[in-house]
């Protein structure tokens, strides 16, 4: 498993740049048992003696990686894996090339049973949003029915049962540019944002089963000189509610923001999927928690597709993107070991 995840964070694969982390995984994955597909830079390998008869456990994971800036990492280089005082350091190790090396490390030893039929799925462009590849595979009809999804994302050992719903928007206000020797002749754009900043900072936010909403102003841009009033201005804001609420929803709980533009940047809806389901409710039993997350992964894609889909992996959502990524080999060992004694 080791072995896997080093050779995975030495085959630089951030997103659009996923050939080469495909074509290892492919010639890796022809050499097991089992049937192999590919959809440009997705793969879907189902095991020997798939029937027809059993439920279907998929094991999904994303190729690729954010990018990363080298002369920021301190312990090693991003392509380089370290294994040091128990962690493995590198890009991806823990989002989520450590997932995916527990993956491999499963289905290339089939330390699985014959209880359920075994799928794995490996797809490109997760770090770009959505449609990726898993959109691909599934909208090519080459999956089977799947009873349950596993995503080994980093979730710091625990079940995730599913991801809040993600908006983006921007706001843009337009004034009159003058001379600011004559301020008072224009009409300052800035200005005009701050009602909405203010709003956006005091909009009530709830907690769903413990987890807290958010939202935050998180970019700002106007003016085009410093003599100049700004005659336009904008905001960019990040907001992650409950998986519940549809798009008009999430809409009508912001602020009315009167005669400024509102330009939507991006709608990822949330998903929540019933823990109590049968398979489901003995995975949970046997990993022993399961929670929400606030951020978005590809469980809700899935779940919006009818797809019972979690995530439960190795290292923590906090390493992921960050220079010095790391992921505990006591994590990567919990994780498959977990996942061993449930599908046996
Ligand atoms: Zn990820």
């Known amino acids: 498993m080791i072995n896997w995840l080093k050779k995975l964070i030495e085959i630089e694969s951030i997103s659009r740049n996923e050939k080469e982390i495909t074509d290892f995984l492919e010639s890796e994955m022809k050499k097991m048992s089992g049937e192999l597909k590919r959809i440009n830079n997705a793969l879907f390998w189902q095991c020997p003696n798939f029937s027809a008869d059993k439920k279907t456990i998929a094991l999904v994971s994303h190729t690729d990686t954010v990018p990363f800036v080298e002369n920021k990492w301190q312990i090693t280089r991003p392509l380089s894996p370290l294994e040091k005082d128990g962690k ?17 490390d499963i289905i290339s030893g089939k330390k699985f049973g014959d209880k359920f039929n075994v799928i794995a799925i490996f797809y490109d462009r997760e770090e770009l949003g ?60 800035i200005y005009k944002l701050l009602p909405a900043i203010e709003a956006i900072k005091n909009i009530s936010l709830e907690e769903v089963e413990g987890v807290k909403e958010a939202i935050s102003v998180n970019l700002i841009s106007g003016g085009t000189a410093d003599n100049i009033v700004p005659d336009k201005a904008e905001i960019s804001i990040d907001c992650r509610f409950d998986p519940k609420l549809s798009q008009q929803e999430v809409i009508a709980r912001l602020p009315d923001f009167g005669d400024l533009e509102f330009l939507e940047d991006g709608f990822f809806p949330g998903f929540v999927t019933n823990p109590k389901t049968e398979i489901l409710s003995d995975f949970i039993t046997l990993v022993g928690s399961t929670k929400l997350e606030p951020y978005w992964t590809d469980i809700a894609q899935l779940g919006l597709r009818g797809i019972p889909a979690v995530n439960f992996g190795p290292g923590s959502a906090d390493q992921a993107h960050t220079a010095d990524e790391f992921v505990t080999v006591s994590d990567l060992k919990f994780v498959r070991d977990k996942l061993v004694e449930f599908l046996k």
């Open 88 to 104: 493995i350091y590198g890009r991806g190790s823990s989002d989520m090339k450590g997932g995916l090396a527990v993956i491999l």
């Open 130 to 189: 959505f449609p990726n590849g898993i959109t691909d595979l599934l909208e090519a009809k080459v999956l089977p029915q799947i009873d349950l999804a596993i995503v080994p994302e980093p979730t710091e050992r625990q079940v995730v049962h599913g991801v809040f719903t993600t908006f983006r928007f921007r706001t843009v206000s337009h004034g009159k540019a003058v001379h600011s020797s004559k301020a008072y002749l224009g009409e300052n754009a």
